[in-house]
T-cell receptor
Framework: GAGVSQTPSNKVTEKGKYVELRCDPI?????LYWYRQSLGQGPEFLIY????????DSGLPNDRFFAVRPEGSVSTLKIQRTERGDSAVYLC???????????FGPGTRLTVT | TQLLEQSPQFLSIQEGENLTVYCNSS?????LQWYRQEPGEGPVLLVT?????EVKKLKRLTFQFGDARKDSSLHITAAQPGDTGLYLC???????????FGQGTELSVKP
């Protein structure tokens, strides 16, 4: 079956602009996770959802970052007033339930110029 | 802040050699996972270790969880070029599944 998909695969934006990154989880997976991976580093946790609600958003770096999952399936990570330091690969993962094996998407590479 | 330290960060070896990657933390995790990541892709789970002292084998890969559940190692026997990639350890923080990753070990196996 289809895995986790993320769009766009690459996004280049100018400093100060707003961006949205989309994640389509595996069908039936109730838990969804966002991570950020900078060059040469391991992924860093941002937020996870169980259903429609954000169960833990402790990894969001500041209030420029926000994520939603209105219908408990697709999720969108929103970044306002982008900064060059936001440049990274944003990874999404889903699991059948909380604590289950996480299946990662290929990521969205965000470059802020 | 929980921190997982991996070593070495980079490893370049010849086909047929053995290698060990280490993952250490000052914190206790409920379980620890090892992932492999290739360029342009997300990490893929290799194994989960749960019990202190646990050893798991996956073909030529052997994973060990420390007795105190703070450290882990990955040993590869007779490495092959297909083993090339980024190896990541990740501590499972709580029942919700939040993962805390190490910085990764970039492995290159030359034929």
């Amino acid at each position: 079956g289809a895995g986790v998909s993320q769009t766009p695969s690459n996004k280049v934006t100018e400093k100060g602009k707003y961006v949205e990154l989309r994640c389509d989880p595996i069908s039936g997976h109730t838990a969804l996770y966002w991570y950020r991976q900078s060059l040469g580093q391991g992924p860093e946790f941002l937020i996870y959802f169980q259903g429609t609600g954000a169960a833990d958003d402790s990894g969001l770096p500041n209030d420029r970052f926000f994520a939603v999952r209105p219908e408990g399936s697709v999720s969108t990570l929103k970044i306002q007033r982008t900064e060059r330091g936001d440049s990274a690969v944003y990874l999404c993962a889903s699991s059948l339930g909380l604590g289950g094996e996480q299946y990662f998407g290929p990521g969205t590479r965000l470059t802020v110029t | 802040t929980q921190l997982l330290e991996q070593s070495p960060q980079f490893l370049s070896i010849q086909e047929g050699e053995n290698l060990t990657v280490y993952c250490n933390s000052s914190s206790v995790f409920s379980s620890l996972q090892w992932y492999r990541q290739e360029p342009g892709e997300g990490p893929v789970l290799l194994v989960t270790v749960v019990t202190g002292g646990e050893v798991k084998k996956l073909k030529r890969l052997t994973f060990q969880f420390g007795d105190a559940r703070k450290d882990s190692s990955l040993h590869i026997t007779a490495a092959q070029p297909g083993d090339t990639g980024l190896y990541l350890c990740a501590g499972v923080y709580n029942q919700g599944g939040k993962l805390i990753f190490g910085q990764g070990t970039e492995l290159s196996v030359k034929p």
